[in-house]
Every structure is written in C-alpha cells, then in structure tokens.
C-alpha cells in the first residue's frame, strides 16, 4: 500500500520560512513533487524532483523559484520543501504526489498525501 505522510505545515509570519516533508512508503518513486491548494483556488503545481541516470532535476513553479527549494533523502525515501521569504498568497495546504501522471509540472498525480496547511501572516 502506498503512503504519503506530509508534516511540517504551520503559521509563519510574512517573508518567514518553513521545511515540509514527505515520506513515502510502500513504494519508491523516481519523481515526487509539492502541489498546493489555495482556499477558493484550484490545485497548482509548486515543485517536484527527479532522479534520472545524470542525478536529481528540479522544478518550480514561477511564482517560488527562488524562494522555495526542494530536495531529497533517497535512504529515507523522503522530500523536503524548503519554503523562505514566505509571502501570505502561499498561504495553502501542501500535498505531497507522485508520480506524475502527465508532465512533471502538471498538477496531475497518482497519488497524494493527506495535505499539510501552510498559512503566511501579513
């Protein structure tokens, strides 16, 4: 059975930073990624991260790059999102995913995690 588990959500103050994780069991997965779902807002992709032959390639959404990195622990078979200069539209809950089903920056994914709520303060 596959399982996704997200952590790591919280209240952070404007320009603020947070670290989500995600750890995947009952499977391993080339491409995981972060997908995130404003209150009233369709989900939208944020980051995602594979690992090919060449080593890992990442991914952002436009609106975090910079600002947001993403990594991964493949002996823990665990993804990190690194999230600075938090702004209040990032406010969202964070899903966990993989694999993609289309493109790696589609919102598109087999599986997701319960979600984990990240609220930015003005």
């Known amino acids: 059975q596959v399982r996704l588990v997200e952590s790591g959500g919280g209240l952070v103050q404007d320009g603020g930073s947070l670290t989500l994780s995600c750890v995947a069991s009952?499977?391993?997965?080339?491409?995981m990624g972060w997908v995130r779902q404003a209150p009233g807002k369709e989900r939208t992709f944020v980051a995602a991260i594979s690992i090919g032959w060449s080593g890992p390639s990442t991914y952002y959404a436009d609106s975090v790059k910079g600002r947001f990195a993403i990594s991964r622990d493949a002996a823990k078979n665990t993804v990190y999102l690194q999230m600075s200069r938090l702004k209040p539209e990032d406010t969202a809950v964070y899903y966990c995913a993989a694999p993609p089903r289309k493109a790696v920056t589609s919102d598109d994914y087999e599986y997701w995690g319960q979600g984990t709520q990240v609220t930015v303060s003005s």
């Open positions: 009952g499977r391993t997965f080339a491409t």
